[in-house]
Each structure stands twice: as structure tokens, then as C-alpha cells.
């Protein structure tokens, strides 16, 4: 007798299903009735599991985030200054989606609004990067490196806008060397106190 899937597993399935889709369809060209059929489903058996594709996308997202944000962290947990801590975390925002096709689709101009509109209201990817950024806020903050007078959720909320920054704009950033080098020069000093 086979074993029923949770609700969590099968969200976690199409979602992994959706992101493969997005890779060789495009984003903007993949249809609901794609996933469906890929996950073996009537379209509106879909409609259990995600009640739109901005929804869907978001989920993709979230999984994405989340796996990047603890890559990450195995790297920056090891630095012990605000500065390497901040600089490292932001070129490695970019570093691990350079190159990705998934996030290449996401990034581009025609998709930025989704894309953008999940990173900002979507709670679990909301949920992954205040995560990891608050780690580094509080040791910072714990070492006396982190300006007193700043507000955490403003700081959160610019660091995403920064970081979201550094990965849409490769023209601006073309390199890692570069997103360092701004981070280096322009982020780190507004935060350090």
C-alpha cells in the first residue's frame, strides 16, 4: 500500500516541479496548465495547492531563499566583523544566482514586478531573510559595531532593497568584486557605529 503524500509534500513537489518548468519554459510563458500536467493533475486540482501563479512563483521563491540564505550563512557565520559579515553576505546574494537560469528569469525587466512583490510581501521568504539578517544585525549590535540610533525593520528592509538591488542590476554591479566594493564603501558605513 503506498504511503499518501502530506499537503507539505506535494506543495513541495509542485513547487520543485514549477521551478523546473520556469528554467525551460521562461517564467513569463509557463502556464498553470504546464504545472499541472507536469505534476499530474487536473488544473483545477491546482488550484488546492496554489491559488494563483504569483502564488506559486512566490513558493518557488521561498524555497530558493531559503536554500540560498543557509548557504550563505555556512560562509559569513565564520566572519566576525560587521564589514565582512555585510560585504560577503551581499556578494554572495549574487555569487550563488550568477549563472542560475531560474534566477536569470526572475531578474529580468519583464519580471522584476512579480519577483519583486513576493520578495516584499511573501512571509516566508520575508521570513528567511529577516532570519539571516537579524543573525548578523545582533552580533554586530552585541560587539558594538551597529549604530544605536537605527531601527532593526529599517535597516532589514533597506539591506533586501540593497540586496535585491546588487542581483537586478549586473549592468550597474557587472562583477562580484564590485558589489564589494559598494557594499565596502557605501552600505557598511551606514551601519556602523
Known amino acids: ?11 513541495n513537489e509542485i513547487a520543485q516541479l514549477a521551478k523546473a518548468r520556469f528554467k525551460t519554459t521562461g517564467l513569463a510563458d509557463t502556464t498553470l496548465d504546464m504545472i499541472a500536467a ?3 493533475l487536473p488544473r483545477p486540482h491546482l488550484y488546492r495547492f496554489f491559488k494563483n501563479k504569483t502564488e506559486l512563483v ?9 536554500e540560498i540564505n543557509a548557504r550563505r550563512w555556512e560562509e559569513v557565520r565564520r566572519l566576525r566583523s560587521l564589514e ?4 560577503r553576505s551581499l556578494e554572495l546574494a549574487v555569487e550563488l544566482i550568477e549563472g542560475d537560469e531560474f534566477w536569470s528569469t526572475l531578474i529580468t ?5 512579480h519577483t519583486a512583490y513576493a520578495a ?15 543573525k548578523i544585525l545582533e ?3 552585541g560587539r558594538g559595531e551597529l549604530r544605536e540610533e537605527l531601527d532593526a525593520n529599517r535597516i532589514l528592509n533597506w539591506l533586501l532593497g540593497i540586496q535585491f538591488m546588487f542581483m537586478e542590476r549586473r549592468e550597474i554591479f557587472p562583477t562580484i568584486a564590485d ?7 557605501f552600505v557598511v558605513p551606514a551601519l556602523k557605529g
Open 1 to 11: 500500500m503506498r504511503k499518501r503524500k502530506s499537503r507539505q509534500q506535494r506543495v
Open 38 to 40: 507536469d505534476a499530474g
Open 58 to 66: 512566490s513558493a518557488v521563491i521561498a524555497s530558493e531563499v531559503t
Open 84 to 87: 565582512r559579515q555585510v560585504v
Open 109 to 113: 525587466p519583464g519580471n522584476v514586478p
Open 120 to 134: 516584499s510581501s511573501d512571509p516566508k521568504i520575508l521570513e528567511s531573510n529577516t532570519e539571516y539578517w537579524t
Open 139 to 141: 552580533a554586530a549590535k
Open 179 to 185: 558589489v564589494g566594493r559598494y557594499a565596502r564603501e
